[in-house]
């Protein structure tokens, strides 16, 4: 069956260390990822999008890579602030029109 | 700049009472979507529009009806509400159907009783 798997766990890590998050998927082939961000009671927001042939993407302190072979997303935020609590979903674009699979989502929480 | 405009926020139905979810968005995006979102399930597509004129099942259409009204507005009509129908509700939009980022409305949070 076909699934999207992020971090069972909320994960809390201390300000200035670098958060990790992980987006497993089976059975789906991706033409893009993307990652976006949900704060509590308010709809996804966009953060990056990484398509199939590329590695890795960057921006400001997020980077993204994508492993097709792994089927697998890794989701890094550095230096991180008590503001980058929230849930971070990703999304798997299949470029059918069927946009997009969600994971559940990862919470974050950053520790002052 | 409003983005992805929903209305209600917020609505209760009694079960078997129909209601209209409104959705407009004003950056000339030519996709339009619905969605659930419910605890441990992840947001699920209902329907979606990839363009003015035209809409498509999604995952989970059962029980749930839209009308892409022009190319700003697309509605979610449920005829008759049923328990399983208690959700947060998002409307969202995009450039293209495929590799843009999609922008979502506040949501609308339905609950069936």
């Known amino acids: 069956s076909q699934k999207i798997e992020q971090n069972s766990e909320a994960l809390n890590i201390q300000e200035g260390k670098t958060a990790t998050l992980t987006c497993n998927y089976t059975?789906?082939?991706?033409?893009?990822l993307q990652w976006y961000r949900q704060d509590p009671g308010r709809g996804p927001v966009f953060l990056l999008l990484?398509?199939?042939?590329?590695k890795e993407k960057r921006k400001e302190r997020l980077k993204v890579t994508f492993d097709t072979t792994l089927k697998q997303s890794l989701f890094h935020i550095t230096a991180s602030q008590p503001a980058d609590s929230a849930t971070y979903l990703c999304?798997?674009?299949?470029?059918?029109?069927?946009?997009?699979?969600f994971g559940t989502g990862t919470s974050l929480t950053v520790i002052p | 700049n409003a983005g992805v405009t929903q209305t209600p926020k917020f609505q209760v139905l009694k079960t078997g009472q129909s209601m209209t979810l409104q959705c407009a968005q004003d950056m000339n995006h030519n996709s339009m979507y619905w969605y659930r979102q419910d605890p441990g399930m992840g947001l699920r597509l209902i329907y979606y529009?990839?363009?003015?004129?035209?809409?498509d099942k999604g995952e989970v259409p059962n029980g749930y009806n839209v009308s892409r009204l022009n190319k700003r507005e697309f509605s979610l009509r449920l005829e008759s509400a049923a328990p399983s129908q208690t959700s947060v509700y998002f409307c969202?939009?995009?450039?293209?159907?495929?590799?843009?980022?999609?922008?979502f409305g506040q949501g609308t949070r339905l609950t069936v009783v």
């Open positions: 529009s990839a363009s003015e004129g035209t809409t």
């Open positions: 990484i398509r199939e042939n590329e």
């Open positions: 059975n789906y082939s991706p033409a893009y």
């Open positions: 969202a939009s995009s450039e293209a159907f495929s590799a843009t980022e999609a922008f």
């Open positions: 999304a798997l674009d299949l470029n059918t029109g069927n946009q997009f699979y």
